[in-house]
Structure formats: C-alpha cells, structure tokens
C-alpha cells in the first residue's frame, strides 16, 4: 500500500532577478495561533474579502492530535483556535480553503489503517460538525480542496484497501454540502494536487512522494465532465513530487522532479500536453521544483541547486524563473542564497507572483514577490519554523508555518495586488 503521508522534503522555487533578503519589509508580524508540546503541518488560506482561515494539528504526543483551526473574519481579527476534531488521534494531510463568499471548507484525514478523510464547513460565523466523505473501513489519504469564482468546492482524495486504489472528487457548497464522490482515476500513487480556476475547470496531477513514478493528470472542463487520466511522463528514475498550475484560459503547467533536472509538461486551453522538457537543464539541480499559473496563463517555476562551499559544506539557493502565456522560460534568479528546505509558489488574478522558501540554515521561513509587469524579486524573511504553506488571493498572499522546529503555528500576510 502507498503512504499517504509524503515526507518533508525540499521544494523549488522559481527566480527572475537578483533580490536582498530583508526583514520585514511587506510582510505583517506574525499573529502567534497556537502553542504545544506537539504541533504539525499547518495550511492557511485568504480570499478577496480579506477572510482568511488556518488549519492545524497539535497536542501532547506526536502521534495523537486534535485538528484545529482559526479564522480572521474580512476586517476583523484572528479567532480563538477551535477544535475540528475530537479529543486526540492520528490526524494528518489537514487542508483549508477561502470560497469568494466568505465560506470555509477545512479537510483532513483521521484514523490509522483504515483512515478516514473528513470535512467541515463554517459558513455564517461558525464551524459545522465533521463529515466522514471517503468509504469507512477503507484508507484515504492526500485530500486536496480548491473553489472556483461561484464558491463552489472540489475536493480530491485517494481511497485505498491493500489490494486496489482509487481517485475520487466530489464537488459542493456550503449550503448543499458535497455531492455524491466519483472516480475519476483507478489507480493512485500517494501524492495529490489540484488546481481549479474561476470558471471551474480543474486538473488533478498525481505522482509518487518519493522514489520512481509516472506523472498523470486528470482535467475537468467547463462542463463538469471529467476526462480520463493522461500520462503527462512516463515512469522513469527518480522522478516525482508533480505540482500543477492552472490559468483562467485553460492554460495548465505541471513541473515536477526528475534525476538530475526539473521538468515540465504545459497543457494547451484546448487540451493538448506538451512534450516533457527542463525548466533548468543545468548538472547542479538540488532535487525539487514547483509552480503557479496566472489567470493569462503566465507561469513561474522554482527549483533549488546545490552549491558546495568549502570543505564539507553544501548549499541550495533558490531560483525562480518566469514564462509567459505564449513563450519560454527565462533567465533564472537566484532569490535566496541559504539550504532550501521547501519551495511554495502562489499567483494572485492580477498576475502577482510569490515564492516562498524555508531555509535550514537561518531556519526562518521567507517569501519573495514578483509584481505584475515587474523584472525584479523583492525578498524577506517572515519568521522561523516550517513546514509552511503560502497561498494567493486578489490583494493579498498568506503564509502559516511552525511545525518541526517550532512549538508553535504563527501566520503572515502581504498586501500585493
């Protein structure tokens, strides 16, 4: 059987110009929300509105926690950590999302061989019961959730018993609550993400966490109707780890990792992959990549590379690199000079970008941004701990973090356009 539980491991970043690091510059201070023995992987999201909500676990022991969450209501200030789930478990994969219409959809995965995957729903000021959406007495795992411009949800999640596995989605509001699952992939490989756009197209690209794997993707059109699984690479060594994003227009990039390079597969709006080629075709790659599509179809990718520097020691600065909708990529530019641990990259509708980076040997977590019709990145440290997550919405990026080398969950946020 897969994990559905991948392991840390170091993302990418993309990079267009030389940028200083400095400290907070256009980040907020970060809004401490939760303090325990035991805290893991947190998620935060935002929406045009200025609502924003963060998810968590924590509690005593490493294995046995309670999910929790905040939300900052548009104009107002950060909740009081509410509990998901019930006393304390084994919780993983906890994912939250903002709907245009100030509704929340926070997702996670409770329970140990079986697991289970569940949902909760706060809409008009308050959180509703969990909701058990995979098959009880099978594993579920990497549930995945996004909105489109109408607050209607997607989510995606792997359903496994030791013999077989599938893909399944399910799409809802707040109001209706999620409609009846469908199988959209007969096999799985423990690694999910999705990307949907405004009018509600989707794509789902599936890979392994770790080791050797086939890239596949799944696309949803206009319509609703969910095409069949197209392999975008065919398994080779070392290949892994596929982020996926998606532009207003149908415009679909997927970059992923392979043994010496990143790679990646752009989709036509009318649906055609391209070939697989490298973002960076360099002998130094450091071994993750990542992406993020504008609503025109402009994408950014990032990747790390490996530096040694004297006897015995190593870096991973970061690089990020900008394509647009109908051109190649560019020269990339380094953003941050350190030992990346991961790699998150988020664009905004006006066509911002942001690129956020954790760094081994400052251990702080930091971002660098890309403004609309800009050539030059502007970077900052925003606080310590990882893992983080960082997330985009009109006006505004979102940052959560804490986790292995904090005791805490902290937030930040930029005003971009």
């Not at 140990?112 to 509703?128: D, E, K, S």
């Not at 025109?296 to 040694?308: L, Q, R």
């Given at each position: 059987?897969?994990?559905?539980?991948?392991?840390?491991?170091?993302?990418?970043?993309?990079?267009?110009?030389?940028?200083?690091?400095?400290?907070?510059?256009?980040?907020?201070?970060?809004?401490?929300?939760?303090?325990?023995?035991?805290?893991?992987?947190?998620?935060?999201?935002?929406?045009?509105?200025g609502?924003?909500?963060?998810?968590w676990?924590?509690?005593?022991?490493?294995?046995?926690?309670?999910?929790?969450?905040?939300?900052?209501?548009?104009?107002?200030?950060?909740?009081?950590?509410?509990?998901?789930?019930?006393?304390?478990?084994?919780?993983?994969?906890?994912?939250?999302?903002?709907?245009?219409?100030?509704?929340?959809?926070?997702?996670?995965?409770?329970?140990?061989?079986?697991?289970?995957?569940?949902?909760?729903?706060?809409?008009?000021?308050a959180?509703?019961?969990?909701?058990?959406?995979?098959?009880?007495?099978?594993?579920?795992?990497?549930?995945?959730?996004?909105?489109?411009?109408?607050?209607?949800?997607?989510?995606?999640?792997?359903?496994?018993?030791?013999?077989?596995?599938?893909?399944l989605?399910?799409?809802?509001?707040?109001?209706?609550?999620?409609?009846?699952?469908?199988?959209?992939?007969?096999?799985?490989?423990?690694?999910?993400?999705?990307?949907?756009?405004?009018?509600?197209?989707?794509?789902?690209v599936?890979?392994?966490?770790?080791?050797?794997?086939?890239?596949?993707a799944?696309?949803?059109?206009?319509?609703?109707?969910?095409?069949?699984?197209?392999?975008?690479?065919?398994?080779?060594?070392?290949?892994?780890?596929?982020?996926v994003?998606?532009?207003?227009?149908?415009?679909?990039?997927?970059?992923?990792?392979?043994?010496?390079?990143?790679?990646?597969?752009k989709?036509?709006?009318?649906?055609?992959?391209?070939?697989?080629?490298?973002?960076?075709?360099?002998?130094?790659?450091?071994?993750s990549?990542?992406?993020?599509?504008?609503?025109?179809?402009?994408?950014?990718?990032?990747?790390?590379?490996?530096?040694?520097?004297?006897?015995?020691?190593?870096?991973?600065?970061?690089?990020?690199?900008?394509?647009?909708?109908?051109?190649?990529?560019?020269?990339?530019?380094?953003?941050?000079?350190?030992?990346?641990?991961?790699?998150?990259?988020?664009?905004?509708?006006?066509?911002?970008?942001?690129?956020?980076?954790?760094?081994?040997?400052?251990?702080s977590?930091?971002?660098?941004?890309?403004?609309?019709?800009?050539?030059?990145?502007?970077?900052?440290?925003?606080?310590?701990?990882?893992?983080?997550?960082?997330?985009?919405?009109p006006?505004?990026?979102?940052?959560?973090?804490?986790?292995?080398?904090?005791?805490?969950?902290?937030?930040?946020?930029?005003?971009?356009?």
């Amino acid at each position: 059987m897969k994990s559905f539980t991948p392991p840390m491991m170091k993302l990418c970043v993309l990079l267009l110009a030389v940028s200083s690091v400095a400290a907070g510059k256009n980040w907020t201070k970060p809004q401490v929300l939760a303090s325990a023995k035991y805290v893991t992987t947190s998620n935060a999201a935002v929406n045009a509105n200025g609502t924003a909500a963060a998810i968590w676990s924590a509690g005593p022991v490493n294995n046995t926690l309670q999910v929790q969450a905040s939300v900052r209501p548009s104009g107002g200030a950060w909740s009081k950590k509410v509990a998901l789930t019930q006393g304390l478990q084994f919780v993983a994969d906890q994912n939250i999302s903002v709907a245009p219409n100030n509704d929340i959809l926070a997702v996670w995965v409770v329970g140990y061989l079986p697991a289970v995957a569940q949902i909760a729903w706060y809409t008009n000021g308050a959180w509703g019961a969990p909701v058990t959406i995979s098959t009880p007495g099978l594993s579920a795992g990497m549930p995945a959730i996004a909105f489109d411009a109408k607050s209607n949800a997607t989510v995606v999640w792997e359903q496994n018993t030791s013999s077989s596995c599938t893909t399944l989605a399910a799409v809802g509001t707040a109001a209706t609550g999620l409609g009846t699952p469908q199988t959209i992939s007969t096999s799985c490989s423990g690694w999910i993400k999705l990307a949907v756009n405004s009018p509600g197209e989707a794509v789902v690209v599936s890979g392994v966490p770790s080791g050797s794997g086939a890239v596949t993707a799944i696309s949803r059109d206009r319509n609703s109707l969910w095409g069949a699984p197209v392999t975008v690479s065919t398994n080779q060594y070392l290949q892994r780890e596929p982020n996926v994003g998606l532009g207003d227009d149908g415009t679909a990039v997927v970059a992923f990792s392979q043994r010496t390079a990143p790679a990646y597969s752009k989709r036509s709006p009318s649906g055609v992959w391209s070939p697989v080629a490298l973002i960076f075709p360099g002998t130094n790659y450091g071994g993750s990549c990542n992406v993020a599509v504008d609503p025109n179809g402009n994408a950014v990718a990032a990747y790390d590379t490996y530096v040694y520097g004297g006897p015995g020691g190593i870096n991973y600065p970061a690089y990020a690199t900008f394509m647009p909708v109908n051109g190649t990529w560019g020269t990339a530019v380094r953003i941050m000079n350190g030992y990346t641990l991961q790699l998150e990259v988020a664009a905004t509708p006006a066509g911002s970008f942001v690129v956020g980076w954790a760094d081994s040997n400052s251990l702080s977590v930091g971002a660098s941004t890309l403004l609309p019709g800009a050539t030059t990145w502007s970077s900052e440290r925003i606080g310590s701990g990882w893992p983080f997550s960082l997330k985009a919405a009109p006006g505004s990026a979102i940052a959560s973090f804490g986790g292995v080398v904090s005791t805490q969950i902290a937030v930040s946020t930029e005003a971009i356009p």
